[in-house]
């Protein structure tokens, strides 16, 4: 499929060591995040998702961390396998952007075997 | 339970032309956008849409129309193709904005 995200910051890490990624939000009136990711020639998946009354949230091997003060979210993936190589996008939402969903510029992770 | 199906999965246009992008989920979703994503861009929202009869401007609506006559479809219209249009461009849908937006498999397109 075509590459899309050619010139995006790229996180290289070996298989099995957890991964960070993180992302930097614009508007403190967010109230809503999301994680997605995408491989190659497919459209993005959703990982998982947190509101703003939480800085904290779990899923199965992924972790989203809010840090509202310097309007800071990150996503942890605990031993990182081959089948998450692709590109990984934070969104943020706000009830004053009038239902509309902005995505950040996404970063690309490579596992090493 | 086919999600969010697009059509077609590639095109390509000359400067000028129009073209109408398919989109559909049978999911019974309420809300529905579009998004197109150009290198190192992510994606940047165009239309979006509450419901049926109801749609608005995303952050890059110039050059595309949309209508919405059913839950079901979400069609995207490039009026006059440019090739800064060029580009992926992606439909979603779910419930509300702040459910599980499920994406459709993209349509590339290439305005010439």
């Known amino acids: 499929g075509e590459s899309v995200g050619l010139h995006l910051p790229t996180l290289s890490v070996q298989e099995g060591d957890n991964s960070i990624i993180n992302c930097a939000y614009s508007?403190?009136?967010?109230?809503?995040f999301i994680w997605y990711k995408q491989e190659s020639g497919k459209g993005p998946q959703f990982i998982i998702d947190?509101?703003?009354?939480?800085d904290k949230r779990q899923g199965q091997r992924v972790t989203v961390l809010l840090n509202k003060t310097v309007k800071h979210l990150s996503l942890q993936i605990a031993a990182t396998q081959p089948g998450d190589s692709a590109v990984y996008f934070c969104?943020?939402?706000?009830?004053?952007?009038?239902?509309?969903?902005?995505f950040g510029s996404g970063t690309r992770l490579l596992v090493r075997p | 339970n086919a999600g969010v199906t697009q059509t077609p999965k590639f095109q390509v246009l000359k400067t000028g032309q129009s073209m109408t992008l398919q989109c559909a989920q049978d999911?019974?979703?309420?809300?529905m956008s579009w998004y197109r994503q150009d290198p190192g861009m992510g994606l940047r929202l165009i239309h979006y849409?509450?419901?049926?009869?109801?749609?608005d401007q995303g952050e890059v609506p110039n050059g595309y129309n949309v209508s919405r006559s059913t839950t079901e479809d979400f069609p995207l219209r490039l009026l006059s193709a440019a090739p800064s249009q060029t580009s992926v461009y992606f439909c979603?849908?779910?419930?509300?904005?702040?459910?599980?937006?499920?994406f459709g498999p993209g349509t590339r397109l290439t305005v010439l």
């Open positions: 979603a849908s779910s419930y509300s904005p702040t459910d599980t937006q499920y």
């Open positions: 508007n403190s009136a967010s109230d809503y």
């Open positions: 947190i509101r703003s009354n939480m």
């Open positions: 969104a943020e939402y706000s009830w004053e952007s009038s239902y509309k969903l902005i």
């Open positions: 999911m019974n979703h309420e809300y």
């Open positions: 849409s509450v419901g049926a009869g109801i749609t």
